[in-house]
C-alpha cells in the first residue's frame, strides 16, 4: 500500500480487481456486476479513499489526440489490415490510435474501454465481442464520445456502423460455385449467435435458392472463426454421409484451415474440393492455391471507419450513420474455376 493519499492503483490491488473496474465503480456504471461493486466499495471505506469527481470530469472532458480501437480478435489477419487502414487516416490528422483485442471477451472489453476513456480518448472505432449489447454504449454515447461499429453491428446501439454487404457477397460466392456444377455446397465456421454469421448464411440460402439447389441443415458447420475452426470443420463435414464438394467458408481464416484440413486427408484443395472464403486477407493472393474470397476491402474498411469518426469529431457531435460497404467475388485457384471434375461427380 502506498502511503499518504489512496489511490485508484491501491483501491484496486486490495480488491483484486483492475484499475479499470475500481474507476467503473467509481463512476456509478451499470456494467460492473453487484458483487464486485460490493467488495470495492468495501475497500474503498475501508481505505478512506475520497473520490475528486470535479478533477475526473475535467479529465473526461479534456481533448485529446487519441483514438481508441478496439477489435474481438487480434489474431485473425483482417483486423490488423483493418487496424493499418484507420492507422493511416489517423495519423494524417495528428492522432494516434490505441489498440486493443479483447478475444471475445465482454469484461476485457468493458476494462479496456473503460482505460481508454481515463486517458481521453476523441473517439472510438470497435469490432464488438459476442454479447455486447447497446446497453454497453450508452456511457459513451452519454459522454458525448464518437464511436463507431465495424464488422458487427449492435441493434439499437445509438452509434454509428460501418459494415459489409454480407449477404451480398455470400450470394454471389455460393452463384459461382453452382455455376461450376457443385450441388452439395456447405457453410463452414463462424460463431452461429453473430449478426455476421446471421447475414452471411442469408446470403448462403439466396444463392442455393437462386441456383434451384435445397437447403440441408447438415451442410451448415459453425466453428470459431479462426483457422484451427476451419480444420475442426472441415472434419466434421467429411463425415456426414453425402459429403459436400464444395464449401463457402465464413472468413479466410477459416477457409485457409479448411485448406490445411483437406491436406491433412490427402485432398487438393481447388482439385478434389472447392474452397472460397470471405475478407480477401493480404495472404488470400499468396497462398497455395490462391484463395478464391469475398473481397471486403478491410484496409479500406479501416480508412473509411476513420475517416466517419474524424468527420464526427470535428464536427463536434456524434450524430449516428449506417453505411454498408459493396463487395466483389475475387476468383482465384482455390475454387477450382477451370476444373471440370465436378460434373461428372453429380
Avoid at 161 to 166: E, M
Avoid at 231 to 259: K, Q, S, W
Avoid at 326 to 339: E, F
Amino acid at each position: 500500500m502506498s502511503k499518504g493519499r489512496v489511490t485508484v492503483v491501491d483501491i484496486a490491488h486490495a480488491a483484486g480487481v483492475s484499475k479499470s473496474t475500481v474507476s467503473l465503480v467509481l463512476q456509478g456504471s451499470s456494467l460492473v456486476n453487484e458483487a464486485t461493486r460490493a467488495k470495492v466499495n468495501a475497500v474503498i471505506r475501508d481505505l478512506g479513499y475520497v473520490y475528486n469527481r470535479a478533477a475526473a470530469n475535467l479529465r473526461q472532458t479534456a481533448s485529446s489526440k487519441i483514438i481508441g480501437i478496439v477489435v474481438n480478435d487480434l489474431t485473425n489477419s483482417f483486423f490488423a489490415e483493418l487496424a493499418v487502414g484507420v492507422d493511416m487516416v489517423v495519423q494524417s490528422a495528428g492522432y494516434v490510435q490505441f489498440l486493443s483485442n479483447t478475444g471475445e471477451s465482454i469484461d476485457r472489453q468493458r476494462e479496456v474501454i473503460a482505460s481508454m476513456r481515463e486517458h481521453g480518448i476523441s473517439g472510438l472505432i470497435i469490432s464488438p465481442a459476442r454479447g455486447t449489447e447497446a446497453a454497453d454504449f450508452k456511457p459513451l454515447v452519454a459522454s458525448g464520445i464518437p464511436v463507431v461499429l465495424t464488422v458487427r453491428n449492435i441493434s439499437g446501439a445509438k452509434v454509428s456502423s460501418l459494415l459489409s454487404d454480407n449477404r451480398m457477397g455470400a450470394a454471389q460466392a455460393v452463384a459461382h460455385l453452382a455455376g461450376l456444377g457443385h450441388r452439395r455446397i456447405a457453410f463452414l465456421g463462424g460463431f452461429p449467435d453473430t449478426a455476421v454469421f446471421e447475414d452471411r448464411l442469408k446470403g448462403f440460402r439466396d444463392g442455393l435458392a437462386a441456383a434451384g439447389l435445397p437447403f440441408a441443415d447438415e451442410l451448415i458447420v459453425g466453428s470459431a472463426p479462426s483457422r484451427a475452426g476451419g480444420v475442426e470443420a472441415i472434419e466434421r463435414a467429411m463425415l456426414i454421409a453425402e459429403r459436400p464438394t464444395a464449401a463457402l467458408c465464413f472468413n479466410d481464416a477459416v477457409a485457409f484451415g479448411v485448406c490445411d484440413g483437406l491436406r491433412a486427408r490427402r485432398m487438393e484443395p481447388g482439385a478434389d474440393f472447392a474452397v472460397i472464403g470471405f475478407d480477401d486477407v493480404i495472404e488470400a493472393k499468396t497462398a497455395v492455391p490462391a484463395l478464391t474470397t469475398v473481397n471486403v476491402d478491410p484496409q479500406g474498411m479501416g480508412r473509411r471507419a476513420a475517416q466517419l469518426l474524424m468527420k464526427q469529431i470535428n464536427a463536434g457531435k456524434a450524430e449516428p450513420e449506417a453505411i454498408v460497404g459493396a463487395v466483389r467475388l475475387v476468383v482465384r485457384q482455390s475454387c477450382g474455376a477451370r476444373n471440370q471434375k465436378w460434373r461428372s461427380a453429380v
